[in-house]
Structures are given as structure tokens and as C-alpha cells.
């Protein structure tokens, strides 16, 4: 892959774990779960149709298909925590995330759908997450691909950069476009 297209694929660069994990860095990552959805809706509201089916990279997803795909992502991952809060260890669902961004409620809906759930789904996600003692954050649930254990406050950190991420696909495209 080239740089050029790494940089696409990586705008905000690939998740590495926060050390040290500690309550400042959660409560940071919380804060970016919380606000996700205003931020999102605020740079996708003035795009056209065509836009929203510009891929933000050579032969990746649409602007559309993105967003729709943090809803699906998202959904899942409130899932995996509530399993992790109310199980021992479970070991979680993967789903095909690739295969999801090619159906047509992702490739054709309008995204104030997925904008709508993404707005109900981020503030319980997210009073959820502050009503947890540290100890909660620390159980885990096993991702059978990955073979390992990822803890929820990790997982708290994971999905803040996959808020950013995303968003920053959003906005790097805007700009190279020069959407504004």
C-alpha cells in the first residue's frame, strides 16, 4: 500500500492502546463517544446525494457507507460492553463488516437514519460508560478472531480513535475536495 493511501486509509494514524490507561484517558475517550454524533452530523450536513457517494479513498467506502457503518460498528460494540458488564469473559460476535457496507440499507439509505440511531445509541453509550467504577472497565470479553481478551477500557479507548477516525475520513475528503 502506498503512503498516499495509507495516509487515506490512516488519516488519524492506526489505534495504538493509551499508556498509561488510566481514568484521565477513559474519561477523555468518553468524552469523544458522547460527542461523536454532533460531530458527525456537523460534517456531513451540508453534503449533496453525490457526495455522499464519493469514496473517501480509491476503492473505499462512500461517505455514505461510513456512516452508516459507525452505526453498525457502533451497535455492535454497545452490545459487546453490556455483555462484558452482565457475563464472564463472554466471547463476543464477530460480524463481517465488509459484507454489511455492501447491503442496501448502508449503500443507498438516507443517513439520517443511521445519524438519528447514532444520536440515542452515543448518550446511552456514554451514561453508561461514566456510571462505571474503574474495577467494571476492567472486565473483558474475547474476540474469537483475535483470539485475546480486550477490556472495556480499552475497548472505551479503541472506539474513541474509531469515532475519530472515521470522522477524520469524512473531513480529509471535505477538504481535499475543498466541500466546504
Not at 117 to 146: C, N, Y
Amino acid at each position: 500500500m502506498s503512503v498516499a493511501i495509507y495516509q487515506l486509509k490512516y488519516p488519524i494514524g492506526p489505534f495504538t492502546k493509551p499508556e498509561p490507561l488510566d481514568g484521565r484517558v477513559v474519561a477523555s475517550a468518553i468524552d469523544t463517544i458522547a460527542s461523536f454524533p454532533t460531530k458527525l452530523r456537523l460534517a456531513v450536513a451540508t453534503l449533496t446525494s453525490e457526495q455522499l457517494d464519493t469514496p473517501y479513498r480509491p476503492e473505499g467506502w462512500t461517505v455514505r457507507q461510513v456512516v452508516h457503518h459507525c452505526a453498525d460498528s457502533h451497535m455492535n460494540s454497545f452490545i459487546r460492553f453490556k455483555l462484558a458488564l452482565t457475563e464472564d469473559a463472554p466471547i463476543i460476535k464477530p460480524y463481517y463488516e465488509d459484507r454489511w457496507a455492501e447491503l442496501a440499507d448502508t449503500k443507498a439509505l438516507d443517513i439520517t437514519y443511521s445519524l438519528i440511531l447514532l444520536d440515542g445509541l452515543h448518550a446511552r453509550w456514554a451514561a453508561l460508560l461514566r456510571s462505571l467504577e474503574p474495577t467494571a472497565l476492567k472486565r473483558v470479553f474475547i474476540h474469537p478472531e483475535q483470539g485475546k481478551q480486550l477490556a472495556l477500557d480499552e475497548a472505551t479507548a479503541l472506539y474513541a480513535w474509531h469515532c475519530e477516525h472515521h470522522l477524520a475520513h469524512i473531513t480529509t475528503l471535505k477538504d481535499s475536495k475543498n466541500w466546504t
